[in-house]
């Protein structure tokens, strides 16, 4: 396969999945769902800090897809 290809499978990829963890950040947000594990409560404070990171690593992604790195 060719490597320009491979990358640009790669950031769609990347870019998709980054925008969807943006997009469950943002909601579980809005609509206030906990997230439990054993009997540990997942902070809220971690989507807040998470959802702009997702957003722009996704940004980023498709970018750098739409720049056509070489």
């Given at each position: 396969?060719?490597?320009?290809?491979?990358?640009?499978?790669?950031?769609?990829?990347?870019?998709?999945?980054?925008?969807?963890?943006?997009?469950?950040?943002?909601?579980?947000?809005?609509?206030q769902w906990p997230i439990?594990?054993?009997?540990?409560?997942?902070?809220?404070?971690?989507?807040?800090?998470?959802?702009?990171?997702?957003?722009?690593?996704?940004?980023?992604?498709?970018?750098?897809?739409?720049?056509?790195?070489?």
């Open positions: 396969m060719n490597s320009q290809l491979l990358l640009k499978l790669y950031l769609i990829i990347s870019g998709g999945v980054f925008l969807l963890v943006g997009i469950f950040h943002f909601f579980r947000l809005i609509f439990v594990v054993g009997s540990t409560t997942i902070p809220f404070l971690l989507s807040y800090a998470g959802l702009p990171e997702a957003i722009v690593a996704s940004l980023l992604a498709f970018w750098l897809l739409r720049k056509g790195i070489k």
